[in-house]
């Protein structure tokens, strides 16, 4: 459905309740040991906005049935957006007769009952004050954004665009082993591309803000601004000689460092033993300063939910305590691989099946701000950007191509790019000497500034 004049409706919660209801029935009408159901519906709303005219506008409701389904060991999984009764009992019907011909996995299965949850806690995951706000008012939100930007400083010549986009969800579960809950979130975003030129040469960037209540989004103007900043800085880049220095992660390139470790902590990789961190529970993996958890239980958290995708009770669980590695994450299974507990990091698949996935994953924030961890360097590199995927999540090699900021007597002197930096994973995490107090939640994976005492830059 397209349109800013077009109004999605959505169905109830106790309509897809009994929808999902209908599905785990009738699967075990059809012999199915055991089954679950993930229902989901989505109300957005997105428009992006370029040189001010309205470039995109998208007013759309969408909805998925995700069926993952048991006969004794054997383990089938199928997906639908159709939700009306004959296609899910032709669906339901399909799987049974394709988990007939699968393998058997003895680790299959449901999670315990005694992993659900025995109530839905409030978790501030609904803002009604999305719906108060009108479409002609969230374009204007949009083009606020750019023009922002564009009035920062006449090197801004192009853009990308502004954005805005705002989403209702319901999600519900059930199971045959009793299990029938739901529950609903909102959230939305706000951002900015500038273009900048300067001597011929162009660059790009952007920031944005995210956030599931309205009044927490950074003002349009304040993100124009900021976006225009941190393209401007960009402008004459040149390259530098290959070096040893100390590294600085900016918020937005910090969390990527971050999703490494949560990469690295999945059971999925740990059962596989495809990761850097296998085997070395109880034992230091980080420097002393390092914090990282895994909290679903956030309040007004991007990766808040009371159950994960499979109804086990979400949880904070630590990852690493002082440098100390204390937990992996677990779907039930992986836990039973592992012969431990779900975490509650139960991620459904597009396809049904379930895979570990993060709640809000994040590097606790330290105690110095940016400017006090830049000052700390003679000379280093403040990085911005990062290009490429090399990254070896067995032995922790890393290796990606780096824009950033040179640093000089623990100033920032000129921008830098086409550069590499690299080390090890296992070595940047005992590295770490600095975090920043600007943690920045911008997706369920998060960190603030970090300072890498030492790494290679590969440059001329």
Request: hydrophobic residues 35%; contains cysteine.
């Amino acid at each position: 459905m397209s349109g800013a004049n077009a109004s999605p409706i959505g169905r109830s919660q106790e309509e897809m309740q009994e929808t999902a209801q209908r599905v785990v029935d009738r699967a075990r009408k059809q012999g199915a040991t055991a089954a679950d159901v993930f229902v989901r519906e989505d109300e957005t709303f997105s428009v992006t906005v370029r040189n001010g005219d309205v470039e995109k506008l998208k007013e759309a409701l969408s909805r998925s049935l995700r069926l993952r389904l048991f006969l004794g060991k054997r383990t089938a999984t199928s997906q639908t957006s159709d939700l009306t009764p004959a296609v899910i009992d032709k669906l339901v019907d399909e799987t049974v007769e394709m988990a007939r011909l699968t393998s058997e996995d003895e680790s299959g299965g449901l999670p315990d009952p005694s992993m659900y949850p025995t109530g839905v806690p409030d978790l501030q995951l609904v803002d009604p004050a999305w719906d108060l706000v009108k479409p002609g008012e969230r374009i204007d939100l949009a083009r606020r954004a750019e023009a922002a930007a564009y009035k920062t400083s006449p090197l801004i010549t192009n853009s990308e665009g502004g954005w805005f986009e705002c989403e209702r969800s319901r999600t519900v579960l059930a199971n045959t082993a009793g299990f029938l809950g739901g529950y609903e979130s909102t959230g939305g975003y706000l951002g900015a591309g500038p273009i900048a030129e300067s001597n011929g040469a162009m660059q790009q960037d952007h920031w944005f803000s995210i956030s599931r209540c309205f009044d927490q989004l950074e003002s349009p103007e304040e993100i124009g601004r900021r976006a225009a900043e941190r393209v401007l800085r960009r402008l004459g880049a040149r390259k530098v000689k290959t070096c040893q220095i100390p590294v600085i992660f900016d918020p937005m390139t910090a969390r990527t460092v971050v999703k490494h470790v949560f990469d690295a902590v999945s059971g999925d990789a740990i059962y596989r033993r495809r990761s850097f961190l296998v085997d070395l529970i109880g034992q230091a993996v980080a420097g002393s300063q390092v914090t990282i958890v895994d909290d679903a239980r956030l309040p007004g958290g991007l990766g808040s939910s009371p159950f994960d995708d499979e109804g086990v009770a979400t949880q904070s669980t630590p990852i690493i305590e002082g440098g100390v590695l204390r937990n992996y994450l677990h779907s039930a299974y992986s836990a039973r691989k592992m012969k431990t507990r779900p975490t509650g990091n139960g991620s459904r698949t597009g396809a049904g099946s379930v895979t570990v996935g993060p709640t809000n994953f994040y590097l606790k924030a330290g105690q110095f701000t940016p400017e006090e961890i830049i000052a700390s360097i003679e000379t280093g590199l403040f990085v911005v950007d990062l290009i490429g995927q090399g990254v070896n999540p067995v032995s922790g090699d890393y290796s990606r191509g780096a824009t950033g900021l040179w640093i000089e007597n623990g100033k920032l002197t000129y921008p830098v790019q086409e550069v590499t930096i690299a080390g090890n994973l296992r070595q940047m995490l005992q590295d770490i000497e600095m975090i920043g107090n600007d943690i920045a939640f911008m997706g369920p994976i998060a960190s603030p500034t970090l300072k890498i005492r030492n790494m290679t830059l590969s440059g001329e």
